[in-house]
């Protein structure tokens, strides 16, 4: 059977999963029935979800946790998390509780400037460029205004305009480099129709500029596209407490904690290898909330990065040090969100998770995302330095290899029980299955 079809978004619901399941599985029925077991019983809502994307044939569940006891400036937040990975949450709630005993997380937000850029082609003399550019500027500004009007009123819009020369990288490439506040929205469609307008005043102003030649005024526009890297949408998060007080009962000493919790961090400052899995453990904490809240997590995902790597090297997103007895645990971190527009208005978990959030300002839930990251890195860090990772990985795993076996609510208890004592492996927690079922 061909696995080409044409016209396939135009089908039904039921026309495009029978496609796929008679295509594709040995067992159609079977493939049909998951789908539809995802599917939600209130039609409504299942619409919704439908209506999304395009060719939608079920739902993907992602368990929503909270992580409770986050205080941020003076501030308790119970942060929610969509993620699949075990131990996420719990490392999250271990690392809140952690610092709520010892002053909290401080977070300050830098800057908060987002960017796109109308990449065009001009061949010609840059002085007329130059000149064109001072002589349209106003007019890029003006035409955009029905786009930027309420923007404007909250007290957001376009920041500035500049013609940056580019065509040391390639041969006549030119860009307008805009910079903008987009308040609480995360903004991509306003900065992006803000774009276009800009191209499109800018192409069509060239014909009429008597300073260009002929060859000048055809300019050709290649893209208008916001910038997904915001090294100036800056958030801080930080803990601090004096070494003394990271002792904890039974645990090693304050200062060995925190000089080997330094030196992990230092690792991470200067062996990339590290830093992606040490970034990895800070994105396990910002995506969970970026994700809950309904925005976009691969737009965060890629500015981050970029940020991480902006001095030529990747590297740390967080730092640390002890000074003059004093553990200070810190991250700044691009993050541009909203709180509203998108998902935020239509989803009904997200409109949940913000609402227990306290509805917050974009501004604020910068802060509360980069503490959630924070968090996740201070606690996979404490574990990595201390017991290892494993550990409390393997705990929080156990519940899935028990599932994967399809374990009884009964055996789940007993093996719960004998695992608080017992190392979790996969190959412990089989042989542990085996023997109660014999
Ligand atoms: C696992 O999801 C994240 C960690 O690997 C992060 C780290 O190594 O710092 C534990």
Not at 58 to 67: C, D, E, F, K, T
Not at 93 to 117: M, P, Y
Not at 200 to 214: I, P, Q, S, Y
Request: glycine share 6%; net charge neutral; charged share 20%.
């Amino acid at each position: 059977m061909t696995k080409i079809i044409s016209g396939f978004s135009k089908r039904s619901k039921l026309e495009k999963i029978d496609w796929i399941a008679d295509t594709y599985f040995s067992n159609a029925d079977a493939a049909k029935a998951v789908l539809k077991q995802y599917w939600h019983s209130d039609e409504a809502l299942q619409q919704l979800h439908d209506e999304f994307i395009e060719n939608t044939v079920s739902n993907y569940y992602l368990p929503l946790g909270v992580a409770p006891n986050f205080l941020i400036n003076g501030e308790v937040y119970t942060i929610p998390m969509a993620i699949e990975e075990s131990s996420v949450v719990a490392a999250a709630s271990k690392a809140a509780k952690f610092w709520l005993d010892r002053g909290g997380f401080k977070t300050e937000v830098i800057a908060t400037k987002k960017i796109g850029q109308v990449h065009f082609m001009y061949t010609g003399n840059p002085e007329h460029l130059q000149q064109y550019f001072k002589h349209i500027k106003a007019q890029l500004i003006a035409d955009a205004k029905p786009i930027t009007r309420n923007m404007e009123k909250r007290g957001g819009g376009i920041l500035a305009i500049e013609l940056r020369d580019k065509t040391q990288d390639i041969d006549n490439y030119y860009q307008l480099h805009a910079s903008f506040e987009t308040l609480d929205a995360m903004g991509a469609n306003f900065i992006n129709s803000c774009l276009e307008q800009f191209a499109k005043t800018f192409k069509d102003g060239a014909l009429h500029f008597e300073t260009f030649t002929a060859t000048e005024r055809d300019i050709t526009i290649v893209m208008s596209i916001l910038s997904n890297y915001v090294p100036e949408c800056l958030v801080r998060a930080e803990v601090s407490c004096p070494v003394e007080a990271l002792q904890e009962k039974n645990g090693i000493s304050g200062h060995d904690f925190a000089t080997k919790f330094v030196q992990a961090v230092a690792i991470a400052e200067v062996e990339p290898y590290r830093a992606v899995t040490h970034n990895k453990g800070v994105m396990n904490g910002i995506d969970a909330v970026v994700l809950a809240t309904g925005n976009d997590f691969r737009a965060v995902e890629a500015g981050v990065h970029a940020y991480a790597a902006k001095d030529g090297r990747y590297s740390s997103l967080s730092h640390a040090k002890i000074e003059n007895g004093i553990f200070k645990f810190w991250m700044d971190i691009p993050l541009a969100l909203g709180t509203v527009g998108g998902l935020t208005g239509l989803h009904p978990l997200v409109k949940l998770a913000l609402e227990l959030l306290g509805q917050p300002s974009a501004k604020t839930l910068m802060q509360i995302v980069a503490v959630a990251g924070l968090a996740q890195n201070f606690a996979a860090l404490r574990s990595l330095t201390t017991t290892g990772i494993q550990q409390g990985h393997m705990k929080m795993h156990l519940m899935n290899i028990l599932n994967q076996f399809e374990a009884s609510p009964a055996e789940k208890l007993t093996l719960t029980e004998h695992f608080k004592t017992h190392t979790v492996t996969h190959s412990a927690v089989v042989d542990a299955l085996k023997k109660l079922r014999v």
